[in-house]
Structure formats: structure tokens, C-alpha cells
């Protein structure tokens, strides 16, 4: 880590597009894309972003990407197990397992559902891929609710199924 803020995001689609909290985006000038791998990418764009559901969509050009298959339609279930993926305070490609623990109304009052989580989700983590034991997608990590900053246990990402209508109209508008 070379001091500058971080985050984490997934390939939404194929084409380059890679997806993330808007939240993650908004103190950092110019944004850079470090893939699991270890490759760098400074030159890309922020294509479209959406302020009510914090979400962010960038666009690298020339490079093809691999991504997650969303899990099932079905709502999240407590009790379901889950990977939270991300870049905690700048360790790239960790994993941290938990359990959802509910499903409810964002407690900061921006009206959307969430999904909450024990897997711990610290800085860095947010725009990260919330995965199923399988693989898939079931949400994007978001937000944390600590005393001390740090993980306590109480992690929220935003629905797949939510996420996913607004990226692709992101995308596609």
C-alpha cells in the first residue's frame, strides 16, 4: 500500500467494467485498478455512478475480465454462509467467511434493504464481492458498523439482485 486510499470492486461485466461503491471513488483523485494478479491500470474512466445506492461503475479500456456469475434470485438467507472479498487496509485478494446474519433496512436511513454479515468487512473492503460458499455473487460490501473503526462483526452489503438492475443501467445509459 503506497499510502493512498483503498478500495475494492469486481468485474461486472466482461468488456472492462469493473464495479464499486461510489463511497470509494469519491477521495480518491485519480483513480487507479490493481487486479489480483498484480497488473496496473491508471488510464480508465468513471462511467457512471449512483449517489441514493453507492454504487460506481469504471470502465477500463483494452482488457477483458473474468466475472463472478450472480448467485440465484433468491432473497439472502440468515444463516447462509458468505465470503466477503476485498483489499482490508490494502491486503489484496483477502477473504474473510461469515454468515448472513439478517436481511434489513440500512441503518444510516437511506432506504435500501442489506444484507448483514459477520464476515469481517474493515477499510478497503467496500466494492468488494460478498460471494456465496459456491462462488457467486450475492452482494457488494458497504459498510461496517464499529465503535472502533475497525471490524466488530456487523458488515452490510448491498443485494446482488438490487446491484445489478442499477449497474447495468448505469452501464447502459
Known amino acids: 500500500d503506497d ?10 461485466r466482461s468488456e472492462g467494467y469493473i464495479a464499486t461503491n461510489l463511497h470509494v471513488l469519491s477521495s480518491v483523485a485519480r483513480p487507479e485498478v490493481r487486479t489480483a494478479s498484480g497488473e496496473r491500470y491508471s488510464s480508465l474512466t468513471v462511467m457512471a455512478y449512483d449517489v441514493l445506492n453507492d454504487l460506481a461503475v469504471l470502465k477500463v479500456n483494452g482488457i477483458r475480465l473474468a466475472p463472478l456469475q450472480s448467485a440465484t434470485a433468491e432473497s439472502p438467507k440468515p444463516g447462509k454462509t458468505v465470503i466477503a472479498m476485498g483489499s482490508p487496509e490494502g491486503l489484496g485478494g483477502t477473504s474473510t467467511v461469515g454468515v448472513i446474519s439478517a436481511v434489513r433496512d440500512d441503518p444510516t436511513g437511506s432506504g435500501m434493504r442489506l444484507i448483514q454479515t459477520d464476515a469481517a468487512i474493515n477499510r478497503g473492503n467496500s466494492g468488494g464481492a460478498l460471494i456465496t460458499a459456491d462462488g457467486r455473487l450475492m452482494g457488494i460490501n458497504s459498510a461496517i458498523i464499529s465503535q472502533s473503526g475497525g471490524n466488530e462483526g456487523i458488515g452490510f452489503a448491498i443485494p446482488m439482485n438490487m446491484a445489478r438492475f442499477v449497474m447495468d443501467q448505469l452501464i447502459s445509459n
Open 3 to 12: 499510502g493512498r486510499p483503498v478500495g475494492s470492486g469486481f468485474a461486472a
